[in-house]
């Protein structure tokens, strides 16, 4: 016959007994347990039973606790805090709880009377002023101890818990090297699950760009964590001096740069603070980040505030898109004759129709959408012309400049489009990371592509003083200083009360 599993919904309570008088009943293995767990809460402790271990002897005799030699009865329980029935009789343990609850006293029995008592002690394991407990409601005794054991593991990671940056950006790696570490889609949503089931990572974004792709985590120092980290995110594959790991106050001070839009191919730009809010939303959607990665974002969004005020007016602010204007603007003599295709209908091929639009007030443009249709604004409608990307073919041949920046994993131009393309010069520039255009398509005698690292160079042999903005903006981190040890206190000092 099958035995009767019982369980009970538990109201779970951390209770303080330093100072209070708790009773054992009983003298064996579970009565020297419950003796354990209640000198760790510092209570004063009485035991009352025949007979006893040698560790509940060993601990009277040197006053640890009190040990009365005999058998129950009903008046030890008077005035007692809490009580635990934990003898090897049925019999006694029901009559220790009727006692108890006659005197409406707390107690708890370890046989199969616990279901008619008024607590169970859940698997416990405690470090310093830390207590975690596990409960199954009396179900399964060993579940719980699984569980403890586990999280025990997890607790002594979190002792060397730090900040953590670990990515490769645009000043360690070109376009075509880092573009098979760039992850998108369903890449993106599978490395996130990866990271999830390594132990002493306990939040994390994950940052990916045109210009970088970042892991963002609280995360315990091990070296076994790095190299499970490297792997995951693909790391391993690229030597030490093409990625990097940064640690502590580093970390929070390289993500508050990048906020800053300082380490971006166009220094200054905006479109990051996007970025890292949509990739800190998808975390918090996934369950990879909470509190402490929200934390960790919001106090590097106010110090890049600090870092652009300081360094602003030495910058240029240019979006990526506004720096493929600018470009335009250097190297078109006649914007009005130009005829113009942008492939991609997000935030920056919008971005670029604006500006195409601005160069001449006579500029007409062509804008090839893959999935999604966009709607033209009045003053655009004559001088825009909408048509789906599976047009591109006939559309090449009257374009004098095709820019792309369609987020898709494919290329979008490919080597076998060149015979499309008209046959004077044709200037094709690919803002997307992956890359929208196939390197090949460049050797085509007729073709000028231009990529982002090209776009970076021009940009910086304008007049930017990176090294004045870098010691302007060192300044103002070091003023800043308090938010990082913030962010640790509140999770290694931790509140007073919760």
């Known amino acids: ?4 599993i019982h369980s009970k919904k538990v109201f779970p309570l951390a209770l303080m007994a330093e100072g209070r008088d708790c009773l054992v009943i009983g003298g064996g293995k579970v009565a020297t347990r419950k003796v354990g767990l209640l000198i760790d809460a510092k209570a004063d402790v009485t035991v009352v039973s025949p007979e006893a271990t040698t560790d509940i002897r060993r601990l009277a005799d040197h006053k640890k606790i009190k040990y009365i030699p005999r058998q129950f009865i009903d008046a030890d329980v008077e005035g007692r805090f809490l009580v635990f029935a934990a ?40 470090k310093d002023e830390l207590t975690v407990s596990v409960s199954t ?83 315990s120092h091990s070296k076994a964590i790095n190299s499970l980290l490297l ?10 001096k093409d990625y990097y790991i940064k640690r502590g106050s580093e970390a929070f001070d390289h993500v508050a740069v990048v906020v800053a839009g300082l380490l971006s191919q166009t220094p200054g730009e905006n479109n990051i603070v996007g970025q890292v809010k949509d990739s800190l939303d998808h975390a918090v959607k996934e369950g990879w980040a909470g509190g402490m990665i929200q934390q ?17 007016p030495l910058l240029r602010h240019l979006e990526i898109e506004g720096l493929c204007i600018e470009y335009l603007r250097s190297c078109i003599k006649k914007p009005e004759d130009s005829k113009v295709m942008v492939v991609g209908t997000g935030t920056v091929g919008a971005g670029l129709i604006r500006g195409i639009l601005g160069l001449d007030p006579k500029t007409e443009c062509t804008w090839c959408y893959h999935h999604n249709k966009p709607d033209l604004h009045d003053t655009w409608k004559k001088r825009v012309i909408i048509h789906p990307l599976t047009d591109i073919h006939e559309k090449l041949k009257e374009a004098d400049i095709v820019i792309c920046a369609a987020s898709t994993h494919d290329h979008v131009l490919k080597h076998e489009h060149a015979g499309f393309f008209n046959r004077k010069k044709t200037l094709v520039i690919d803002l997307a990371v992956p890359r929208n255009v196939d390197p090949e398509l460049g050797t085509s005698g007729n073709i000028t592509l231009v990529g982002l690292d090209e776009l970076k160079q021009w940009h910086l042999k304008e007049l930017i003083d990176m090294k004045k903005i870098m010691e302007l903006t060192n300044i103002t981190l070091r003023e800043h200083k308090e938010y990082y040890e913030k962010i640790i206190s509140s999770f290694k000092s931790g509140n007073k009360s919760e």
């Open 296 to 312: 960790w974002i919001s106090s590097a969004l106010h110090v890049s505030k600090s870092v652009r005020q300081k360094t602003g």
């Open 231 to 240: 792997r995951i995110m693909g790391f391993d594959r690229l030597k030490p």
């Open 137 to 219: 409601g009396g179900r399964s005794c060993r579940k719980s101890r699984l569980i403890k054991e586990n999280l025990a593991r997890h607790v002594e990671l979190v002792e060397s818990t730090d900040l953590m940056v670990m990515g490769t950006s645009h000043h360690h790696l070109s376009v075509e090297e880092r573009e098979p570490y760039h992850l998108v889609g369903d890449n993106l949503d599978h490395t996130g699950q990866m990271i999830t089931q390594v132990w002493g990572i306990h939040e994390f974004m994950i940052l990916n760009t045109c210009n970088r792709v970042e892991l963002i985590g609280v995360v």
């Open 87 to 126: 003898t090897d009789e049925r019999a006694v343990n029901k009559q220790v709880l009727k006692s108890s609850q006659q005197k409406k006293i707390l107690c708890c029995s370890s046989d199969g009377n616990w279901i008619h008592g008024d607590f169970v002690t859940p698997a416990t394991y405690r």
């Open 1 to 4: 016959m099958r035995k009767e």
